[in-house]
C-alpha cells in the first residue's frame, strides 16, 4: 500500500494493484496502474485529497471513501467508484460500470466525454451532467439520486434502472428515445422536463412500468414519437409537445 503526500504533482506508473492507505494528499495526481485501484488498505479511514486535476487509469478503480477531488478527475476502467465528499468535477470518463457520488454537485467539463457502456449511476445534492460546450454522455443504462435538481443530456437514448429519485426539479434531454427498462422506477417531487427529439424520427418516451413512477408535474418539451406515462398517483401536466401518439394513465387526479 501507498501513501502520498506532496504540494505538487504525483505522477506514478504502477505494475499491479495500487492500494491507498492513510491520508494521501497530492497538489495534482497522474496514476496508471495495471491492476486496481483502491482505498481500501485501511478501511474507511483511508482518504485521497487531490487538490488539482486527477487523472486514473486502471482494470477497476475504487476511490469510494470519504475523499476530496478539488479540481477535475477523469477515469478510465471497467468498473469505476469514486466518492468526493464536496463537489465532485467529472473530465473523460470511460468505463463499463461507473459509479459517482459527491457530497455537493456532479458535474462536467466542456469538450470532454463521459461514456458508459453499462451502468452509469449517480448521487448526489445536485447534478449537471451532458449539457457543456463540445462535451458529450452516453451510457447503457442509468440511475440518479439527488437532494436537489438534475439536468442531464445524452447524446443517445437513456434507459433508466433501479429506482432513480430526484428531490427538486428533473430535466432529462437525449439524442433518442426515453425508456424505464423492464423494472426502473422513477420519483420527481418538482417538475419533471422530459425532451426525446434525435434528428431522426420515432423517438419514444416510454415510462410505463405500472404501480412505480411517483410524478408531481410533467412537461413533455419535444418527442419525435409517441409518448406512454404511467402514474401511480395524480399528477399534473404542464405542457405536452409530441409529434406522435400521447397516452397517460393516471391512477389519481390529472
Known sequence: SITLQSAGSARLVHTGATTFSGASQVGSLELVSTGTVTDRGAGSASTLTVEGAAS???????????????????????????????????????????????????????????????????????????RQSSDSLTAGRLTFSTTGNAALELDGSAVLADVSQVAGDLDLTTGGSIDDGLAAALEVTGLLRLSAAGASAGQSITLDNAGVHAL???????????????????LTVASVNVSGGFQLDVTGDL
Open 216 to 234: 408531481a408535474r410533467l412537461e413533455i418539451a419535444s418527442a419525435a414519437g409517441d409518448v406512454r406515462i404511467v402514474e401511480q398517483d395524480g
Open 56 to 130: 486514473i487509469q486502471a482494470t477497476d478503480i475504487t476511490l469510494d471513501n470519504d475523499n476530496d477531488f478539488q479540481g477535475v478527475i477523469a477515469v478510465s476502467g471497467q468498473t469505476v467508484r469514486v466518492h468526493d465528499t464536496g463537489a465532485l468535477t467529472l473530465g473523460s470518463v470511460v468505463a463499463d460500470d461507473a459509479r459517482f457520488s459527491a457530497g455537493a454537485a456532479i458535474a462536467n467539463t466542456a469538450s470532454t466525454g463521459i461514456a458508459v457502456t453499462d451502468l452509469l449511476s449517480l448521487s448526489a445534492a445536485t447534478i449537471d451532467l451532458g
